[in-house]
């Protein structure tokens, strides 16, 4: 069957290159499972990747305690990518103690050895920066990936991926692109904080187009994940009382940051998860959008999780598109009844997003599996991959399959900034006639982009 090929709207390209040559913790089932992967490691800093606390038989997230049989630096992020934790061993590199006084935005603790939000930053400063030819590998990678994946066009948070000069990434990019090796057309999802922001709009990056890349909208992180309990939301978390999350800027830095891109032709796409963010990031682009009028149609929020009914009503009225995962559900199924009870019956309203909003599916990749086979077969069932013994989630909202495909196409190409898709794949069966339960191991056997043939199996 021929198709349009996809458009992934946000996921993090050099991230997905870089996860080949890094530990992958996907798998792993406990935390005697994460120490064997990790134990012979050769490397200064150990930094591995992609562990779920809900998926080990611990059931809890690993601490600094579990990690002191690694006499290694050792640094393992949970699958989310906003929580992290460390040994004693990485916090004597970082010359952190009992003392060190804590990040705004984010949180450490000493006795535990986890990080979140900004407080990464800590975390990231000394893990060893990769060089342009890394980078260059890494998107080399990440474009073979992509590719065979059937996924022509991308919006990709790369600049926060490493603690490097933005300007070495557009040049990364750029090199690869000249060299022939980059077919996915990328749009830049510039995550910079303010000081950068201003510098890079300065040198004139802001909307500017090169060949296969172009420079996209403001990207924000507004808070964390919901399975690392840094989604920041209303009320308390159902499976820890007094624990609000976290919202990683006031609600002054943020518009000044929103504000700064509006006032020069950029968009801004938002992670945010939880209610409260949700909330904080509405109110932030209407009062951009009303103090400096443009049209524009590419604000959104990434995730939006916990939106509720309520709050994409509100979107409606402001124009502000939500860039969703379905995949999520794979995973967080399992838990979030725990994390937030009844409240459960009013998230993940991506059908009702699609109906009312401009509405673009992504994978986030590489915190989940970048196959879009795979994101569409949760999307019209509502259900696990993984835990397939889990009933349908919020079945109501279940997409049917054409919908689907054009949230995955004619829906992100504003996300893109790039009216026209002509490009097509061909699959191994025809997704409408095929048992749902095969719709997640279709298999793309040919991409034509421009009319050429760029893969072919």
């Given at each position: 069957?021929i198709?349009k090929?996809?458009?992934?709207?946000?996921?993090?390209?050099?991230?997905?290159?870089?996860?080949?040559?890094i530990?992958?913790?996907?798998?792993?089932?406990?935390?005697?499972e994460?120490?064997?992967?990790?134990?012979?490691?050769e490397?200064g800093?150990?930094?591995?990747?992609?562990?779920?606390?809900?998926n080990?038989?611990?059931?809890?997230m690993?601490?600094?305690?579990d990690?002191?049989?690694?006499d290694?630096p050792?640094?393992?992020?949970?699958?989310?990518?906003?929580?992290?934790?460390?040994?004693?061993?990485?916090?004597?590199?970082?010359?952190?103690?009992?003392?060190?006084?804590?990040v705004e935005g984010?949180?450490?603790?000493?006795?535990?050895?986890?990080?979140t939000?900004?407080?990464?930053g800590l975390v990231?400063d000394?893990?060893?920066e990769?060089?342009?030819e890394d980078?260059?590998?890494y998107?080399?990678?990440?474009?073979?990936?992509?590719?065979?994946?059937?996924?022509?066009?991308?919006a990709s948070?790369?600049?926060?991926?490493?603690n490097?000069p933005?300007?070495?990434?557009?040049?990364?990019?750029?090199?690869?692109?000249?060299?022939?090796l980059?077919?996915v057309?990328?749009?830049e999802q510039v995550?910079l904080?303010?000081?950068k922001l201003?510098?890079?709009?300065?040198?004139?990056?802001a909307?500017r187009?090169?060949?296969?890349f172009?420079?996209?909208?403001?990207?924000i992180?507004?808070?964390g994940s919901?399975?690392?309990?840094?989604?920041?939301?209303?009320e308390d978390y159902?499976?820890?009382l007094?624990?609000?999350?976290?919202?990683t800027?006031?609600?002054?830095?943020l518009?000044?940051l929103?504000?700064?891109?509006n006032?020069?032709?950029?968009?801004?796409v938002?992670?945010?998860i939880g209610?409260r963010?949700?909330?904080q990031?509405?109110?932030?682009?209407?009062?951009a959008?009303?103090?400096?009028?443009?049209?524009?149609?590419g604000?959104a929020i990434?995730?939006?999780?916990?939106?509720?009914?309520?709050?994409?009503?509100?979107?409606?009225?402001?124009?502000i598109?939500?860039?969703?995962?379905?995949?999520?559900?794979?995973s967080d199924i399992?838990?979030?009844?725990?994390?937030?009870?009844?409240r459960k019956?009013?998230?993940?309203?991506?059908?009702?997003m699609?109906e009312?909003?401009?509405?673009?599916f992504?994978?986030?990749s590489?915190?989940?599996?970048?196959?879009?086979f795979?994101?569409?077969?949760?999307?019209?069932?509502r259900?696990?991959?993984?835990f397939?013994?889990y009933?349908?989630?919020?079945?109501?909202?279940?997409?049917?399959i054409?919908?689907?495909?054009k949230?995955?196409?004619?829906?992100?190409?504003?996300?893109v900034?790039?009216?026209?898709?002509?490009?097509?794949?061909?699959?191994?069966?025809d997704?409408?006639?095929?048992p749902?339960?095969?719709i997640?191991?279709?298999?793309?056997?040919?991409?034509?982009k421009?009319g050429?043939?760029?893969y072919?199996?």
């Open positions: 069957m198709i090929s996809f458009i992934d709207s946000h996921l993090h390209m050099l991230g997905i290159g870089y996860y080949q040559e530990i992958d913790l996907k798998t792993s089932k406990s935390i005697d994460i120490l064997s992967l990790v134990k012979n490691k490397s800093v150990i930094v591995a990747r992609g562990f779920n606390q809900a080990l038989k611990e059931k809890r690993p601490v600094k305690q990690l002191q049989r690694i290694k050792l640094i393992l992020f949970r699958i989310c990518g906003h929580v992290a934790v460390v040994n004693q061993r990485m916090l004597d590199l970082m010359g952190i103690n009992e003392a060190t006084l804590q984010g949180s450490f603790d000493y006795n535990t050895g986890i990080f939000e900004k407080a990464l990231y000394k893990i060893p990769p060089t342009k980078l260059k590998r998107l080399i990678n990440a474009n073979k990936i992509l590719i065979s994946n059937g996924i022509t066009k991308v948070d790369d600049f926060s991926s490493f490097v933005y300007e070495l990434v557009i040049e990364a990019i750029n090199e690869v692109d000249e060299m022939n980059l077919d057309e990328i749009t995550n904080p303010i000081n201003q510098d890079f709009i300065n040198k004139g990056y909307n187009r090169f060949k296969n172009k420079m996209g909208p403001l990207k992180l507004a808070d919901l399975g690392g309990k840094t989604a920041a939301l209303f159902s499976d820890d007094g624990n609000k999350g976290i919202l800027f006031t609600d002054q830095e518009y000044a929103v504000s700064l891109a006032k020069n032709g950029m968009d801004s938002i992670h945010a209610d963010t949700v909330d990031v509405i109110r932030t682009l209407k009062k959008q009303e103090e400096h009028p443009r049209k524009s149609e604000n990434i995730h939006a999780q916990l939106a509720t009914k309520k709050q994409i009503e509100e979107m409606k009225e402001n124009y598109g939500a860039i969703v995962q379905p995949i999520f559900i794979n399992k838990i979030v009844d725990e994390r937030i009870g009844e019956s009013d998230s993940y309203l991506f059908k009702t699609f009312n909003i401009n509405t673009g992504s994978t986030d590489p915190v989940e599996n970048v196959n879009p795979e994101n569409i077969y949760v999307a019209i069932t259900k696990s991959i993984d397939p013994e009933e349908s989630f919020l079945k109501e909202e279940a997409f049917k054409e919908d689907a495909l949230a995955y196409t004619d829906e992100n190409t504003r996300f900034y790039d009216k026209s898709h002509d490009d097509f794949i061909e699959i191994d069966r997704i409408y006639q095929i749902v339960e095969d997640k191991n279709i298999k793309v056997i040919k991409v034509v421009n050429k043939t760029i072919e199996i």
